[in-house]
Nanobody, 118 residues
């Protein structure tokens, strides 16, 4: 079982940058695919980015070229570097761990708030 703790959120002006971190417990972190999701007020949670155990990445179209997901298996941590932030990026950002590729995400963090002001 894994526990995930996000950090790095906060208020930022449009055009600014933030780096989110997600620290995972457990010895099998390197075996998990990891993802970032976000939920804006009044909206459903949506996929933002993912990274496989082998480092392959995927992004929702709206963040391509602006966000970068990465992982450091030695530190059991996954990151989301967010540049050129827009007000529509505002929301609670969650990291998640996927044990079996192609199935549901099994473990979720508590979320960290990102607020982008115009």
């Amino acid at each position: 079982q894994a526990q995930l703790v996000e950090s790095g959120g906060g208020p930022v002006q449009a055009g600014g940058s933030l780096r989110l971190s997600c620290a995972a417990s457990g010895r099998t972190f390197s075996n998990y695919a990891m993802g970032w999701f976000r939920q804006a007020p009044g909206k459903e949670r949506q996929f933002v980015a993912s990274i496989s155990r082998y480092g392959m990445t995927d992004y929702v179209n709206s963040v391509k070229g602006r966000f970068t997901i990465s992982r450091d298996n030695a530190k059991n941590t996954v990151y989301l570097q967010m540049n050129s932030l827009k007000p529509e990026d505002t929301g609670v950002y969650y990291c998640a761990a996927q044990v079996v590729v192609g199935t549901k995400y099994d473990y979720w963090g508590q979320g960290t708030q990102v607020t982008v002001s115009s």
